[in-house]
């Protein structure tokens, strides 16, 4: 199957879709304290220099959908979101973190360039559509119940604003009972709507409610499931990585270790240069 057109999603000066070279977006799956958040953005800046890999720092400032009433959900809004604009200003990079309630869009958006809708959101219609109306882009995850061929419905709620700034991210389909998998054709498809498209490769390992009173999950699949998703066409990768995942306060089980992003890095960005024949 050749690989459909997309549109070309400008976040800054980075280029999403079309032709333009494979996009990184990573970072912790939510801020734990501002150390740790700097720690991870400082070396991921380090790699993604060196291979000259565009790059996007994701971490979400609040944890809505949490498996445990007991489960980490924030160090409070404020200061969560204080830090990612610290980040911003100090590394000079795009922020994307996520959003839950429509009220939340315009206050997130003061400080992230991408506003994501969670994949159990993206059939909020009201949160697309307050995420749409401040004019950021806006990254859809797929529902793990929903099939590819129908995002370009929850891609209209949004355009419907007026902002067609639109990301889609595949990030699994529900398969039984505590299991994600990642059907490769789901890239492709998702792509035919003209938006570009994301593989999430570290929710993708999930086991969801699989471990005691939280997701469990399985990162020794990180690398395939990544390599598969940049062969397949995506037009951007999203790593959440953390510096020692099994002490991480959010996704313990299925974060990257932050000193093996580098090694995956080399391996998709050889592997984007021949889809795109670079």
């Known amino acids: 199957m ?8 400008s976040v800054g000066t980075i280029q999403i879709g079309g032709n333009h070279p494979l996009v990184l977006i990573a970072g912790p799956c939510v801020v734990e304290n501002r150390g740790m958040i700097f720690q991870t953005a400082k070396s991921i800046r380090a790699s993604a220099e060196r291979l000259q890999i565009p790059w996007i720092f994701k971490s979400s400032y609040r944890k809505a959908n949490r498996t445990s009433v007991n489960s980490f959900s924030s160090i409070g809004d404020e200061n969560a979101l204080q830090i990612l604009a610290e980040v911003k200003r100090e590394f000079g990079v795009p922020i994307l973190t996520d959003i839950h309630s429509p009220a939340e869009a315009p206050h997130a958006a003061e400080v992230a360039d991408i506003l994501q809708i969670p994949a159990f959101l993206c059939r ?7 995420a749409g109306k401040t004019g950021k882009v806006v990254n859809i995850k797929k529902g793990q119940f929903v099939a590819p ?18 990301l889609l991210t595949e ?6 009972y505590h299991n994600l998998v990642v059907d ?15 593989l999430d490769a570290t ?5 969801p409610g699989k471990g005691k009173n939280q997701s469990g999950g399985q990162p020794e699949f990180i690398f395939p499931i990544a390599r598969a998703g940049v062969a397949a066409g995506c037009d951007a990768l999203f790593i959440e990585t953390h510096p020692n995942p099994s002490e991480a306060l959010s996704d313990a089980a299925s974060q990257l270790k932050l000193d093996l992003l580098e090694d995956l890095l ?5 592997i984007d240069a021949i889809v795109k024949h670079r």
């Open 149 to 166: 061929d129908e995002m370009h419905l929850a891609a209209e709620k949004v355009a419907a604003t007026g902002n067609d700034n639109i």
């Open 266 to 270: 080399k391996q998709v960005k050889a």
């Open 184 to 198: 490769m054709r789901s890239l492709p498809i998702m792509r035919q709507s003209g938006y570009p498209v994301v």
């Open 2 to 9: 050749i690989i459909p057109e997309t549109k070309v999603i």
């Open 124 to 130: 909020q219609t009201d949160l697309l559509e307050a």
């Open 171 to 176: 990030r699994g389909s529900c398969f039984g």
């Open 203 to 207: 929710h993708a390992v999930q086991l």
